[in-house]
């Protein structure tokens, strides 16, 4: 009984596999076209706007036709550094995806059967985008900045002897504005600064400078290549032409007639890398505002008296607009106190030196 079954299951296995041996031998280019149905190896459906499936032939002037293409595709190459117009070629090699790049100027058309009527071949004419390009002048990447940034910086314990600095937390806003462009270079930025700080409950305005060097990440003006309304467009027969749009307009053909229903438009556009890091220098004076103990006199001790800010840190540029750093600062600031010890109505300048942590967190503008 084993025996049997045994020979049972191995003769199930065998007409199983010759059926599978069958399928795959009776296949043409149709289940061919199935098997090479993947997303990667179809971008671009047939021209005409028929669905995605079968195969194309595409022919050229000077040499046989490129057979069993399932996808093509517009693209521009750069030859003798200059861009050209190109065709993204997909094809089917047994059982492969293969792709390759074809210049434009020997191909004339692409054709692929059983799409017209009675299912009798169609031939789509290939030929050269027209040509668009935007009149302005040259482009130029953002070199100026405005900053707009809350913060708030960590000191530790006041340790002053007459407890006149702050409880560990200041905080404020400051802005930033660099209007000198590339002055410095590319990646260094000179900003005027200035901020209100609240220490201690007493409001303070440091105005300053501040030195950034962007050591990667930057904004640079690039070349666009987009074909309108789409890279898989090709005029089909009895298509009417596009209308060129408001604002561009049409570079000569010197050679063949250019396809009048797909464009390729080309301009300057702006890039930004979305993470872009810097390091900064700070420092300047502190001014007070009029709150009690501000300012040099009158004291027994006026020459003590003096107020500025140091500071280094790193920050990052995200997207378009946030800004955020980490940085060190040292703040020396003055309070004038009654002296207790002193004959008369005397005032002492008191020092408060503090080394905080300081956060930046807002909004950086380029123009």
């Known amino acids: 009984m084993k025996i049997a079954l ?17 399928q795959t031998n009776a296949g043409d280019r149709a289940s061919l076209a199935d098997r090479a149905s993947s997303d ?23 040499a046989p036709p490129f057979e069993n293409c399932t996808s093509i595709e517009r693209k521009i190459v750069t030859k003798y550094d200059k861009p050209i117009q190109a065709l993204d070629v997909h094809y089917e090699r047994n059982g492969l995806c293969l792709d ?16 017209g009527l009675s299912g ?20 130029r990447p953002p070199a100026s900045f405005f900053d707009v940034t809350p913060f708030i910086g960590y000191g530790g314990k006041d340790t002053t002897a007459r407890k006149i600095g702050f409880a560990s937390v200041y905080y404020g806003v400051e802005a930033l504005i660099a209007p000198f462009g590339t002055l410095l270079g590319d990646n260094f930025a000179l900003a005027f ?5 609240e220490e201690g409950g007493r409001t303070r305005f440091p105005l300053g400078g501040n030195l950034r060097w962007t050591i990667f990440g930057s904004s640079h003006a690039t070349e666009s290549q987009e074909f309108i309304p789409n890279s898989c467009k090709f005029g089909f027969p009895g298509e009417q032409a596009d209308t060129v749009p ?31 890091a810097y390091l900064y220098a ?22 003590d008296y003096s107020q ?38 005397v005032f002492i300048q008191n020092t408060d030196q503090s080394n905080s942590v300081l956060l930046k967190i807002g909004v950086n503008i380029g123009y």
């Not at 789509?124 to 482009?139: C, I, Q, T």
């Open 6 to 22: 045994l020979f049972l299951a191995l003769f199930f296995c065998a007409l199983h596999g010759t059926a599978l041996r069958a």
């Open 246 to 276: 408001a604002g561009y307009t049409e570079v000569p053909s010197l050679g063949r007639a250019p396809d009048s229903t797909v464009f390729y438009m080309h301009e300057q556009t702006i890039t930004m890398s979305p993470f872009r």
């Open 282 to 303: 700070e420092g300047g004076t502190v001014l007070n505002s009029n709150f009690s103990g501000a300012g040099e006199n009158p004291s027994a001790n006026p020459d």
């Open 193 to 197: 600064a200035g901020s209100i700080l």
């Open 308 to 345: 500025y800010y140091l500071g280094i840190g790193g920050g990052v540029l995200l997207g378009k607009w946030l800004t955020a750093s980490l940085g060190y600062r040292y703040m020396r600031l003055n309070l004038r106190t009654p002296c207790a010890f002193c004959p008369g109505d």
């Open 100 to 115: 390759t790049t074809v210049e434009m100027e020997h191909v004339t058309s692409i054709g692929y059967g059983g799409l």
């Open 40 to 62: 990667s190896c179809r971008t671009c459906p047939a021209p005409g706007g028929v669905a995605k499936g079968g195969f194309m032939d595409l022919y050229f002037d000077n």
């Open 120 to 139: 009798n071949p169609v031939e789509a004419r290939v030929a050269p985008a027209r040509e668009l390009f935007r009149s302005h002048s040259p482009l």
